[in-house]
Nanobody, 123 residues
Framework: QVQLVESGGGSVPAGGSLRLSCAAS????????LAWFRQRSGNEREGVAA????????YYADAVLGRFALSRDAANKMLYLEMNSLKPEDSAVYYC????????????????WGQGTRVTVSS
C-alpha cells in the first residue's frame, strides 16, 4: 500500500522560503506523475508542480513558475518542493500525490495522496 508523508510546512512572512518534503513507502508500477497540489481555504485542490517519472520533465502552474522548484531523490523515494518569494496567496495545505493518469494538473489523475502539510504566509 502506497503511503505518502509530507513534512516541512510552517508559518513564514511574505518573501520567505520553505522546503516541503514527501517520503513515499513505494509507488505503483504504472505511476506516471509525482506532484504537489495545494488547497487554499474555500478553493478546489489545484496542481502546483509535477514531474513526469520516466522523462524527468517538471511542470509548474503559472502562479508559482519562477518561485517554486520541484526536485526528486528517486533512490530514496523522496519528493521536494522548494518555495521561494512566498506570497500570502500561497497559504494553503500542500499535498504530495502520485498518479497513473493525466494530465498532471488534474486531481483525478492521482491515485495516492499524503495527509497534507499546512503553509501559512503572513503579509
Amino acid at each position: 500500500q502506497v503511503q505518502l508523508v509530507e513534512s516541512g510546512g510552517g508559518s513564514v512572512p511574505a518573501g520567505g522560503s520553505l522546503r516541503l518534503s514527501c517520503a513515499a513507502s513505494e509507488y505503483r508500477s504504472k505511476t506516471v506523475w509525482l506532484a504537489w497540489f495545494r488547497q487554499r481555504s474555500g478553493n478546489e485542490r489545484e496542481g502546483v508542480a509535477a514531474i513526469a517519472v520516466r522523462a524527468g520533465v517538471v511542470y509548474y502552474a503559472d502562479a508559482v513558475l519562477g518561485r517554486f522548484a520541484l526536485s526528486r531523490d528517486a533512490a530514496n523515494k523522496m519528493l521536494y518542493l522548494e518555495m521561494n518569494s512566498l506570497k500570502p496567496e500561497d497559504s494553503a495545505v500542500y499535498y504530495c500525490a502520485a498518479g497513473t493518469g493525466s494530465p498532471w494538473y488534474r486531481r483525478e489523475a492521482y491515485d495516492d495522496w499524503g495527509q497534507g502539510t499546512r503553509v501559512t504566509v503572513s503579509s
